[in-house]
């Protein structure tokens, strides 16, 4: 089972998840070059490349999950024209909620393997949590070694161990 190589949504559940997200394409690959590299972890249903000037991206959606799963296992970082792709799971940013309107505290001195997911876990004892994320290095896709937490509520203390 693939451990997480980047954000993920606080509750995203991959196990019915069978699309993957593609980034950092060099821009002279194809959908049919993606769905030629991609198709060696499982058959592929369909693919959408979206197109950029420097990098594109893209999504491939497989039959079923374990085909999705190895390829995040074994195309993360591949070259491709001299460029390593990342491979996630895909995800709607619509499955987070909107914090705009919340509470929102600043968590900093992070580990380099704490993700979104591991960041909400340590404040879900809170009831009013609502959301969690690490800032990454887009050039690197490194953590930056803080994120922010959002709470639906204003607490008085927010005392940690």
Request: glycine share 8%.
């Amino acid at each position: 089972e693939p451990v997480s190589n980047g954000n993920l949504p606080p509750g995203f559940d991959p196990s019915t998840c069978r699309s993957v997200y593609v980034g950092n394409v060099h821009p002279n690959v194809t959908e049919s070059l993606l769905i030629e590299v991609f198709q060696g972890s499982g058959p592929v249903e369909r693919c959408k490349l979206i197109r950029k000037e420097k990098s594109s991206f893209g999504f491939v959606d497989y039959y079923d999950r374990r085909s999705a799963a190895l390829a995040i296992m074994t195309l993360h970082g591949r070259h491709i024209y001299g460029q390593a792709i990342k491979v996630n799971w895909a995800y709607a940013s619509t499955q987070r909620e909107d914090t705009s309107g919340h509470f929102h505290i600043f968590v900093g001195d992070l580990s380099s393997e704490v993700n979104d997911a591991t960041l909400y876990a340590c404040f879900s004892t809170y009831p009013s949590c609502s959301d969690a994320r690490v800032m990454w290095d887009n050039k690197t896709g490194r953590s930056r070694g803080y994120g922010f937490v959002s709470f639906r509520n204003q607490q008085r203390k927010l005392k940690l161990l």
